[in-house]
């Protein structure tokens, strides 16, 4: 199973000094990184930065969490069957919501195959204590970048006074008490801090005692019986059951009656279901808060 860093952070932030970093501390551990890069423009500069030799896939024009949700499980396949890695980094545009590209990087083709270890937010320590001279919609998206994380850096704090560096702590720690803060400087973290997150619930995997506070937000990967008995009426009715912290789920679901698993997608209420023609797996990830709590109709494990 490879590991899997989501990069998020504003524009600017030091997201793709922080991968520069990681990259050569993996490569200290004898352990493969490979990397996906997102960029909103045509040209991605910042891939200059991979060394040659690791495998990288770019995302131009266009965000992961958007129109390129399907090119990001494109490229992860592409990666999984092309590429020899033990990690994958995800470092996605400035722009990209967290969960939305949380959410783009699961697919039920092959999530068994991947182990998200989390959302590593690199926050721009001076921009969050001036946050109030950015537009309305910008702050917004600064302040969920920040608010969905697993881990934060708080960045440049050498640029700081040594109260405005408390104040900026503080104010990480308020908008996400769930997560770890690390003050840095040039987005250095020892690699130790990364490893020691786990944002994927699986079955085998749900204890609190070793989980923690990771499970702010998270995703879990659920098998259903082949044999399904429920119908598609049963299983929405569940649906809405679910509480409002449960965002995205999508997977092959088993209905009674029906030959193939259909496919199933949720996002904010709202499912579709589409009928599919060839034998799929029977797998739904789930991606949302605390969401190892949830009881599935006819689990097999």
Not at 100 to 116: G, K, M, R, T
Not at 206 to 217: F, S, T, V, Y
Not at 249 to 273: D, H, S
């Amino acid at each position: 199973m490879k590991d899997v860093y989501l990069f998020s952070g504003f524009l600017g932030s030091g997201k793709t000094t922080m991968l520069v970093d990681i990259i050569r501390q993996l490569k200290e551990q004898n352990l493969k990184p490979a990397v996906i890069m997102n960029e909103l423009g045509k040209l991605n500069f910042d891939s200059q930065a991979v060394e040659e030799g690791i495998p990288l896939k770019e995302m131009l024009n266009g965000c992961i969490c958007c129109s390129g949700a399907e090119k990001t499980e494109a490229q992860i396949q592409s990666l999984l069957a092309e590429s020899e890695f033990d990690v994958l980094i995800i470092e996605t545009t400035g722009a990209a919501h967290p969960v939305e590209a949380l959410d783009a990087v699961y697919s039920p083709l092959f999530a068994h195959q991947l182990n998200i270890k989390g959302i590593i937010t690199v926050a721009d320590s001076k921009r969050l204590l001036a946050r109030d001279k950015m537009s309305p919609q910008t702050c917004s998206l600064f302040l969920e970048q920040i608010r969905h994380a697993h881990l934060i850096l708080a960045n440049k704090i050498d640029l700081l006074t040594e109260s405005e560096r408390a104040k900026a702590t503080f104010e990480l720690q308020s908008l996400n008490p769930h997560a770890q803060i690390i003050q840095t400087t040039h987005a250095k973290v020892p690699l130790k801090f990364l490893q020691s997150l786990h944002a994927t619930a699986r079955p085998t995997d749900i204890q609190k005692a070793d989980l923690g506070h990771h499970l702010h937000l998270s995703s879990r990967f659920v098998t259903f019986l082949e044999a399904a008995d429920f119908t598609q009426e049963q299983f929405e009715e569940w649906i809405r059951t679910l509480p409002d912290s449960v965002y995205r789920m999508k997977g092959y679901v088993p209905i009674k009656g029906i030959k193939n698993p259909m496919l199933f997608q949720y996002a904010y209420g709202l499912t579709q279901w589409l009928p599919e023609y060839v034998h799929m797996e029977p797998n739904l990830i789930i991606i949302g808060e605390n969401v190892d709590e949830l009881k599935v109709p006819d689990i097999q494990n």
